[in-house]
T-cell receptor, first 106, second 113 residues
Framework: GQSLEQPSEVTAVEGAIVQINCTYQ??????LSWYQQHDGGAPTFLSY????GLEETGRFSSFLSRSDSYGYLLLQELQMKDSASYFC???????FGPGTRLSVLP | DTGVSQDPRHKITKRGQNVTFRCDPI?????LYWYRQTLGQGPEFLTY????????KSRLLSDRFSAERPKGSFSTLEIQRTEQGDSAMYLC???????????FGSGTRLTVV
């Protein structure tokens, strides 16, 4: 089977840096993906790691360590609009984690 | 192409009634997925199509749920004899086969009263 763990909530202030961790257990690994979802909206793709290391996309970066079954999403220069839920996902048909609700304070 | 479209956006139904939702994927995407999401949880995989073939179904998907993708384009998800526990957001996603191209629709919110 597959399971993922994420912190349930994270709070930070505008301009700060925040890291959202994800640990996973999976029988077959097809990469670790990250999605953002605003309240009432659809999940939108942020980042994908198939190999160990850091992937950078603008203010967002994602890291993967396959040996540790661990990854994180790093959000820099936080903005109010980054307040949302963030999900990690693994597997061919995407088993999603429970999500981390990020609140960005002024 | 305007992305993945789902219809209706909201559906309120009485317990025991049947409901059907529609998903129109991005036209060049051959893979289509259905998920269910309840408040405060991540999307939960229901089923997956590659073209018109239904290749995988979650063990969580009861016999009351059925999905089709008759011509490999749009898909429908039907729930028979709805129960209050079926109340959730039903999300559709499509993909060309790479994780970077996984696009979700806005979902159909089902409320069973």
């Amino acid at each position: 089977g597959q399971s993922l763990e994420q912190p349930s909530e994270v709070t930070a202030v505008e301009g700060a840096i925040v890291q959202i961790n994800c640990t996973y257990q999976t029988s077959g690994f097809y990469g670790l993906s990250w999605y953002q979802q605003h309240d009432g909206g659809a999940p939108t793709f942020l980042s994908y790691n198939a190999l160990d290391g850091l992937e950078e996309t603008g203010r967002f970066s994602s890291f993967l360590s396959r040996s540790d079954s661990y990854g994180y999403l790093l959000l820099q220069e936080l903005q109010m609009k980054d307040s949302a839920s963030y999900f990690c996902a693994v597997g061919q048909n995407f088993v999603f984690g429970p999500g981390t609700r990020l609140s960005v304070l002024p | 192409d305007t992305g993945v479209s789902q219809d209706p956006r909201h559906k309120i139904t009485k317990r025991g009634q049947n409901v059907t939702f529609r998903c129109d994927p991005i036209s060049e995407h051959n893979r289509l997925y259905w998920y269910r999401q309840t408040l405060g949880q991540g999307p939960e995989f229901l089923t997956y199509f590659q073209n018109e073939a239904q290749l995988e179904k979650s063990r969580l998907l009861s016999d009351r749920f059925s999905a089709e993708r008759p011509k490999g384009s749009f898909s429908t998800l039907e729930i028979q004899r709805t129960e209050q526990g079926d109340s959730a957001m039903y999300l559709c996603a499509s993909s060309s086969g790479t994780p970077r191209g996984y696009t979700f629709g806005s979902g159909t919110r089902l409320t069973v009263v």
